[in-house]
């Protein structure tokens, strides 16, 4: 977390962070000093989910239903059909068109 703006890093920084530590300390042929190789295993450590900014995805319902869906994303080569993701049964889905849906309000 950075504690000058109160922030939680990106998932994605801190993969890339553990993926550079790995790589420079098995792949490269660079001799490391102590505090280096240190840094690079704490680096490695596990990293408690509720520590970084995860991706915000909508939560959605066919307009004037009941049965929520997250959003994956827009199939590319079908513009407007978006691929859902059943929230109650964990099926994927892709029989909606962006224009049948509608955001779930907050609870």
Known sequence: ???LSNRRPSYLSVVDRQRLAHRRLV???TPRSGPEVAHFRR???PVPLADVDLPKIPLVQVIGGTHHYVVL???AQLPG???LLSVSTGSINVDYMAEQLELVPPA
């Open 1 to 3: 977390m950075d504690h």
């Open 81 to 83: 059909r978006v691929m």
């Open 27 to 29: 792949e490269s042929k």
């Open 43 to 45: 680096t490695l450590y």
């Open 73 to 75: 994303g827009e199939v």
